[in-house]
Protein backbone atom coordinates (compact mmCIF):
# COMPACT_ATOMS: atom_id res chain seq x y z
CA UNK A 1 0.00 0.00 0.00
CA UNK A 2 1.42 3.20 -1.16
CA UNK A 3 2.64 5.14 2.16
CA UNK A 4 0.39 9.15 2.07
CA UNK A 5 2.39 11.71 3.58
CA UNK A 6 0.64 14.35 6.02
CA UNK A 7 1.39 16.89 4.00
CA UNK A 8 3.37 16.62 0.45
CA UNK A 9 3.81 19.70 -1.73
CA UNK A 10 4.50 18.95 -5.30
CA UNK A 11 6.07 20.58 -8.19
CA UNK A 12 4.57 23.88 -6.40
CA UNK A 13 5.53 26.74 -9.22
CA UNK A 14 4.74 30.90 -9.10
CA UNK A 15 5.48 33.61 -11.18
CA UNK A 16 4.68 37.21 -10.91
CA UNK A 17 4.71 39.11 -14.11
CA UNK A 18 6.80 36.56 -15.80
CA UNK A 19 9.25 36.36 -13.43
CA UNK A 20 9.74 33.12 -10.94
CA UNK A 21 8.99 33.42 -7.43
CA UNK A 22 9.21 29.67 -7.04
CA UNK A 23 9.87 27.03 -9.23
CA UNK A 24 9.15 23.42 -9.52
CA UNK A 25 9.37 22.99 -5.27
CA UNK A 26 8.43 19.73 -3.82
CA UNK A 27 9.13 17.97 -0.32
CA UNK A 28 6.81 16.34 2.24
CA UNK A 29 6.50 16.70 5.85
CA UNK A 30 5.52 13.56 8.23
CA UNK A 31 3.18 14.27 11.19
CA UNK A 32 5.27 15.19 14.62
CA UNK A 33 8.02 16.26 12.13
CA UNK A 34 9.10 19.87 12.89
CA UNK A 35 9.86 20.97 9.33
CA UNK A 36 12.03 24.22 9.14
CA UNK A 37 12.70 26.54 6.13
CA UNK A 38 15.59 28.11 5.54
CA UNK A 39 16.70 30.85 2.79
CA UNK A 40 18.21 34.25 2.10
CA UNK A 41 15.91 37.15 1.80
CA UNK A 42 14.42 36.91 -1.58
CA UNK A 43 14.53 33.63 -1.79
CA UNK A 44 11.11 32.73 -1.58
CA UNK A 45 9.82 31.73 2.02
CA UNK A 46 6.84 34.22 1.81
CA UNK A 47 5.56 33.34 -1.35
CA UNK A 48 5.89 29.20 -0.11
CA UNK A 49 4.09 29.80 2.88
CA UNK A 50 1.12 32.01 1.72
CA UNK A 51 0.43 28.89 -1.08
CA UNK A 52 0.89 26.06 1.69
CA UNK A 53 -2.03 28.09 3.22
CA UNK A 54 -3.94 28.31 0.21
CA UNK A 55 -3.60 31.92 0.30
CA UNK A 56 -2.54 32.17 -2.78
CA UNK A 57 -2.86 30.08 -6.07
CA UNK A 58 0.09 28.71 -7.36
CA UNK A 59 0.72 28.83 -11.02
CA UNK A 60 1.09 24.68 -11.39
CA UNK A 61 1.86 22.16 -9.26
CA UNK A 62 -0.11 21.57 -5.56
CA UNK A 63 -0.28 20.62 -1.78
CA UNK A 64 -1.84 18.07 -0.16
CA UNK A 65 -3.04 17.49 3.29
CA UNK A 66 -4.09 13.64 3.71
CA UNK A 67 -3.68 13.29 -0.05
CA UNK A 68 -6.40 16.18 -0.79
CA UNK A 69 -5.32 19.28 -2.75
CA UNK A 70 -5.68 22.10 0.03
CA UNK A 71 -6.65 24.28 -2.85
CA UNK A 72 -9.98 22.23 -3.18
CA UNK A 73 -10.69 23.56 0.82
CA UNK A 74 -13.62 25.69 1.40
CA UNK A 75 -15.20 27.12 4.78
CA UNK A 76 -14.82 24.51 7.84
CA UNK A 77 -12.34 22.81 5.71
CA UNK A 78 -9.86 25.44 6.30
CA UNK A 79 -9.76 24.47 9.89
CA UNK A 80 -7.25 21.74 9.39
CA UNK A 81 -3.93 24.12 8.58
CA UNK A 82 -3.22 26.93 10.99
CA UNK A 83 -1.35 29.45 10.45
CA UNK A 84 1.14 31.12 12.87
CA UNK A 85 2.09 34.80 11.42
CA UNK A 86 4.93 37.12 12.48
CA UNK A 87 2.92 39.76 13.72
CA UNK A 88 0.41 37.72 15.63
CA UNK A 89 -2.81 39.05 13.80
CA UNK A 90 -4.44 38.89 17.40
CA UNK A 91 -7.69 41.39 18.73
CA UNK A 92 -5.86 43.42 20.87
CA UNK A 93 -9.10 44.89 22.48
CA UNK A 94 -10.27 41.21 23.31
CA UNK A 95 -8.85 38.97 25.97
CA UNK A 96 -6.39 36.15 25.88
CA UNK A 97 -8.88 33.47 26.12
CA UNK A 98 -11.77 35.26 23.01
CA UNK A 99 -8.51 35.41 21.16
CA UNK A 100 -7.79 32.03 21.28
CA UNK A 101 -11.75 30.50 20.90
CA UNK A 102 -11.60 32.03 17.33
CA UNK A 103 -9.87 29.14 17.12
CA UNK A 104 -13.13 27.27 17.43
CA UNK A 105 -14.91 29.43 14.40
CA UNK A 106 -14.58 26.51 12.15
CA UNK A 107 -16.38 24.41 14.80
CA UNK A 108 -18.87 25.57 15.72
CA UNK A 109 -22.52 27.08 13.96
CA UNK A 110 -21.92 30.58 12.44
CA UNK A 111 -24.10 32.33 14.80
CA UNK A 112 -22.28 30.92 17.80
CA UNK A 113 -19.08 32.57 16.67
CA UNK A 114 -21.12 36.07 15.44
CA UNK A 115 -22.33 36.10 19.21
CA UNK A 116 -19.31 34.40 20.80
CA UNK A 117 -21.41 32.41 22.65
CA UNK A 118 -19.01 29.53 23.03
CA UNK A 119 -20.26 25.88 24.40
CA UNK A 120 -18.19 24.76 28.01
CA UNK A 121 -16.48 21.85 26.18
CA UNK A 122 -14.84 25.07 23.71
CA UNK A 123 -13.96 26.85 26.97
CA UNK A 124 -12.31 23.98 28.23
CA UNK A 125 -10.39 22.89 25.29
CA UNK A 126 -9.24 27.15 24.98
CA UNK A 127 -8.37 26.97 28.23
CA UNK A 128 -6.14 24.20 28.24
CA UNK A 129 -4.98 25.40 25.18
CA UNK A 130 -3.72 28.77 27.13
CA UNK A 131 -2.61 26.05 29.33
CA UNK A 132 -0.29 24.17 26.85
CA UNK A 133 1.07 27.07 26.15
CA UNK A 134 1.95 28.81 29.83
CA UNK A 135 -0.75 31.30 29.33
CA UNK A 136 -3.67 29.94 31.48
CA UNK A 137 -2.75 32.72 34.62
CA UNK A 138 -3.44 35.50 31.48
CA UNK A 139 -6.85 34.30 30.56
CA UNK A 140 -8.88 37.14 31.38
CA UNK A 141 -6.13 39.96 30.22
CA UNK A 142 -6.44 41.66 27.24
CA UNK A 143 -3.82 40.59 24.49
CA UNK A 144 -2.26 44.46 24.10
CA UNK A 145 -1.14 44.57 28.03
CA UNK A 146 0.98 41.17 26.88
CA UNK A 147 4.25 41.18 25.95
CA UNK A 148 5.32 40.35 22.36
CA UNK A 149 6.41 36.96 23.43
CA UNK A 150 3.38 36.38 25.21
CA UNK A 151 0.90 37.14 22.49
CA UNK A 152 2.56 35.15 19.74
CA UNK A 153 2.11 32.41 22.34
CA UNK A 154 -1.57 33.22 22.27
CA UNK A 155 -1.40 32.80 18.97
CA UNK A 156 0.02 29.58 19.41
CA UNK A 157 -2.92 28.45 21.76
CA UNK A 158 -5.66 29.90 18.75
CA UNK A 159 -3.61 27.85 16.20
CA UNK A 160 -3.95 24.59 18.82
CA UNK A 161 -7.70 25.38 19.23
CA UNK A 162 -8.63 24.97 15.79
CA UNK A 163 -7.22 20.94 16.56
CA UNK A 164 -5.02 21.21 12.90
CA UNK A 165 -2.90 18.70 11.39
CA UNK A 166 -0.45 21.19 10.18
CA UNK A 167 0.82 24.56 11.74
CA UNK A 168 2.40 26.82 9.35
CA UNK A 169 4.47 29.25 11.47
CA UNK A 170 5.81 32.02 8.76
CA UNK A 171 8.70 33.79 10.61
CA UNK A 172 7.19 33.47 14.17
CA UNK A 173 10.06 34.71 15.93
CA UNK A 174 11.59 37.30 13.48
CA UNK A 175 9.90 40.18 15.51
CA UNK A 176 11.11 38.77 19.10
CA UNK A 177 14.55 38.48 21.06
CA UNK A 178 16.46 35.62 20.77
CA UNK A 179 15.53 34.27 23.97
CA UNK A 180 11.92 34.78 23.78
CA UNK A 181 11.78 33.27 20.23
CA UNK A 182 13.96 30.10 21.07
CA UNK A 183 10.97 29.88 23.95
CA UNK A 184 8.57 30.22 21.37
CA UNK A 185 10.67 27.30 19.13
CA UNK A 186 10.70 25.16 21.75
CA UNK A 187 7.24 24.97 22.11
CA UNK A 188 6.51 24.62 19.18
CA UNK A 189 8.87 21.67 18.63
CA UNK A 190 6.74 20.27 21.88
CA UNK A 191 3.77 20.01 20.07
CA UNK A 192 5.16 18.47 17.39
CA UNK A 193 6.56 15.59 19.74
CA UNK A 194 3.70 15.57 22.22
CA UNK A 195 2.52 12.35 21.34
CA UNK A 196 1.98 9.96 18.18
CA UNK A 197 -0.56 12.00 16.83
CA UNK A 198 1.14 15.42 17.05
CA UNK A 199 0.48 17.86 14.30
CA UNK A 200 3.50 18.88 11.96
CA UNK A 201 5.01 21.98 12.02
CA UNK A 202 6.11 24.23 8.72
CA UNK A 203 8.38 27.07 10.25
CA UNK A 204 10.51 29.83 7.85
CA UNK A 205 13.31 31.01 9.43
CA UNK A 206 16.05 33.14 9.05
CA UNK A 207 18.29 32.12 12.51
CA UNK A 208 20.21 28.51 11.37
CA UNK A 209 21.29 28.10 14.97
CA UNK A 210 17.93 28.16 15.70
CA UNK A 211 17.01 25.87 12.94
CA UNK A 212 19.65 23.53 13.97
CA UNK A 213 18.33 23.01 17.73
CA UNK A 214 14.51 22.68 17.39
CA UNK A 215 14.09 21.44 14.04
CA UNK A 216 13.46 17.62 12.41
CA UNK A 217 14.46 18.47 9.30
CA UNK A 218 15.53 21.80 7.09
CA UNK A 219 14.83 22.76 3.55
CA UNK A 220 16.99 25.27 2.25
CA UNK A 221 15.11 27.71 -0.39
CA UNK A 222 17.38 29.95 -2.56
CA UNK A 223 16.20 31.67 -6.15
CA UNK A 224 12.57 30.11 -6.15
CA UNK A 225 13.89 26.65 -5.72
CA UNK A 226 15.05 23.89 -2.84
CA UNK A 227 18.85 23.20 -2.98
CA UNK A 228 19.43 21.30 0.45
CA UNK A 229 17.04 19.17 2.35
CA UNK A 230 18.63 17.27 5.04
CA UNK A 231 17.78 16.07 8.82
CA UNK A 232 18.92 19.50 10.71
CA UNK A 233 21.06 17.81 12.83
CA UNK A 234 23.30 17.64 9.67
CA UNK A 235 22.96 21.23 8.80
CA UNK A 236 26.81 22.38 8.48
CA UNK A 237 28.64 25.66 8.24
CA UNK A 238 29.77 24.22 4.41
CA UNK A 239 25.99 23.39 3.78
CA UNK A 240 24.82 27.11 5.12
CA UNK A 241 27.69 28.55 2.98
CA UNK A 242 26.19 27.17 0.14
CA UNK A 243 22.80 28.12 0.46
CA UNK A 244 23.50 31.51 1.75
CA UNK A 245 26.65 32.72 -0.96
CA UNK A 246 25.45 35.59 -3.23
CA UNK A 247 23.30 34.16 -6.23
CA UNK A 248 23.76 34.26 -9.64
CA UNK A 249 21.57 36.82 -11.59
CA UNK A 250 18.08 35.24 -12.92
CA UNK A 251 16.56 37.26 -15.41
CA UNK A 252 13.30 35.05 -14.50
CA UNK A 253 13.34 35.28 -11.06
CA UNK A 254 12.01 38.04 -8.62
CA UNK A 255 12.94 38.95 -5.37
CA UNK A 256 9.57 37.91 -4.07
CA UNK A 257 10.05 38.20 0.00
CA UNK A 258 11.05 41.91 -0.31
CA UNK A 259 8.48 43.02 -3.01
CA UNK A 260 4.90 41.49 -4.09
CA UNK A 261 3.87 43.03 -6.96
CA UNK A 262 -0.22 42.47 -7.18
CA UNK A 263 -1.36 39.92 -9.84
CA UNK A 264 -3.33 40.74 -12.46
CA UNK A 265 -6.83 39.37 -11.93
CA UNK A 266 -8.22 36.91 -14.33
Known amino acids: MTHIPLFEVRNASLS ?20 AVLGPSGAGKSSLFRCLAALLPMDGGSAHLNGRDVASFEGRERRHIAVVFQQFNLVSRLTALENVLAGR ?18 MLLALECLERVGLLAHA ?22 QQPDVIIADEPVASLDPHIGAGILELLRAICHADADGVAVICSLHQPDFASTYADRVIGLSNGRIVLDLPAANLTEHTLQQLYRPAESDPHSLDCDQRQPKRKST
Open 105 to 122: LGHVPAWRGWLRQFSRDD
Open 140 to 161: TQRTDTLSGGQQQRVAIARALA
Open 16 to 35: FHGRRALGDVSFRVERGEFL
